[in-house]
């Protein structure tokens, strides 16, 4: 089996636990590849006791690799996407971050998640994600032009508002006039979107929804909508641009630009541990449906 480890941080009391990862995955005789940058990173005081093989880029990694392990939070999550981008390679997040919502594994059980990994013990699940165009050139959405979790379209630089003029399958549906608007997919439904309201889907769910952010109307709600819906919005700020982010990466586009919104052409596979489902993961990382009654 080969495997890749991608971590964006590192710091002192995460040692341990990469100890931990990287003596499981020996004991099984896995190969191991490290992205190049952490793996400086995690090079301290004679650790790791031996070397290893490194990636830099989605260009040295091929569907070889039966998973991606990273070791972070979800940001980490988030970021190890665009390594792996349509190359089907899994991604299974250990959280040695915050929340850990699409980073499952718990940092006290690596060893266990590693052995549910050999043995098979998992089921993978198919992510959608989304991709951008835009009427204007834009040289940052040449190349990584996907997200997992939500395109959103949002103020820059002002206080104003914008106005995004919304048009689904070509159909006008409205304009919003807000902070801006999210367009996010199930896994993303618990990122951002459900900040501004929006409802949690389930990750299988073959939808969209549409939440705008801080609208100043009292008739906006999200929107729920079939995920091979094509979403075209043309975005007026008072400011000569705005500012379009995919996940945790930002752009910006020029005010009046027109932007088309669509399911990507691959999805994105993750993997579930037996043991770990998606209605656990939002009771114990959410508090989903908390009451101090139970
Ligand atoms: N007000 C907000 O809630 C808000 C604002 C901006 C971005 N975000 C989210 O943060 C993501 C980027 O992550 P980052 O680490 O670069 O930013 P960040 O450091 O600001 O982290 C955002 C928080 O959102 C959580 N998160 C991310 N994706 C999630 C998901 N699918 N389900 C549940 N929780 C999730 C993370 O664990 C983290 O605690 C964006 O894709 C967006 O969904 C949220
Ligand atoms: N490899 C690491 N070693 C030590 N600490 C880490 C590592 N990766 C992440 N962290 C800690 O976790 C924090 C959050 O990590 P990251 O940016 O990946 O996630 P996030 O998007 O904030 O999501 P979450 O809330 O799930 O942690 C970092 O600021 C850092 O403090």
Redesign the pocket.
Known sequence: MKVGIYGQYYKGEAISYIEILLKTLAAKNIDVFIEENFYDLIKVNNFPEKEYQTFSSYKDLDNSFEVMLTVG???????AVTFVRDLDIPILGINI???????TIQKDSISEAINLLITRKYTINERTLLSVTSNKKNDDLSEINF????I?VSRRNTTSMITVESYLNDEYLTSYWADGL?V?TP??????????GGPVITPNTKSLVLTPIAPHNLNARPLVIPENTNIKLKIIAREKQALL?????TTTIDSNSVITIKKADFSLKTIQLDQQTFFKTLRD??LWGEDKRN
Not at 97 to 103: E, M, T
Not at 187 to 196: D, H, I
Not at 245 to 249: E, G, I, M, Q, Y
């Open positions: 939070g979800d940001g980490t999550f988030l970021r971050g915050r929340l850990g919502f699409l980073a997200a997992l979790n939500e959103a999210i996010a896994t993303g439904s618990t990122g951002y979107s459900l900040s501004c982010s995919l996940d945790s990466r990382k959410l």
